[in-house]
């Protein structure tokens, strides 16, 4: 079975904190996501990776970076934590061909900023 | 600008109906479409894929049709049963790429 797991499952944070959100899956995908959700705007993507080092701009990657230094690993960073991102991040992982992308998601982090 | 939409209103039928769930997009040409399942404070999981040049697809007592001309695929669950409450998610992708664009999701409610 995939497996995405993430480093917390319910975070705190104080305004102008740095955050690390951490994702790793076992199933070797090429591809990684992550996602924020919120109540009403459903599932909105921050960033993703094709390949290690490699990162693309998802739609609302304003306020965070991302780091991939190794294929199974992904990384969300909040350079200085704000009230309006908290959220629940989502992260998932995926493999080509784009006939069968299906998303393997982990269980989410809730991350509340004070 | 692209758009998918999906009821947001929860959606509550009795055990042993069939429960229909909506997804229309506009501005879009997707090659193909995906459903989740989504339980409260898990990720979602993956249920159905179909293809643009698919009409219908079945998997137990799922079903999901995907119309391009109306812009719309719909999601079945026969024999609902009280363990099918969950919050259902449609995915849209176009061709080549490896993005999903997700609906709002609707909430299913199965009562006994």
């Known amino acids: 079975d995939v497996k995405v797991t993430q480093s917390s499952r319910y975070l705190v944070k104080r305004t102008g904190e740095k955050v690390f959100l951490e994702c790793v899956q076992d199933?070797?995908?090429?591809?990684m996501f992550w996602y924020r959700q919120d109540p009403g705007l459903g599932l909105r993507l921050i960033y993703f990776s094709y390949d290690v080092k490699m990162k693309e701009k998802g739609d609302i990657p304003e306020g965070y970076s991302v780091s991939r230094e190794k294929k199974e690993r992904f990384s969300l960073i909040l350079e200085s934590a704000s009230t309006n991102q908290t959220s629940m991040y989502l992260c998932a992982s995926s493999s080509p061909p784009a006939s069968t992308d299906t998303q393997y998601f982990g269980p989410g982090t809730r991350l509340t900023v004070l | 600008s692209q758009k998918i939409e999906q009821n947001s209103e929860a959606l509550n039928i009795q055990e042993g109906k069939t429960a229909t769930l909506t997804c229309n997009y506009t501005n879009y040409s997707p090659a193909y479409l995906q459903w989740y399942r989504q339980d409260p404070g898990r990720g979602p999981v993956f249920l159905l894929l179909?293809?643009?040049?698919?009409k219908e697809k079945r998997k137990e007592r799922l079903k999901v049709t995907f119309d391009t001309t109306l812009k719309q695929s719909l999601f079945h669950i026969t024999a609902s049963q009280p363990a099918d409450s969950a919050t259902y998610l449609c995915a849209l992708a176009a061709g080549g790429g490896n993005k999903l664009t997700f609906g709002t999701g609707t909430q299913l409610k199965v009562e006994l």
């Open positions: 179909i293809r643009e040049n698919e």
């Open positions: 199933m070797d995908h090429e591809n």
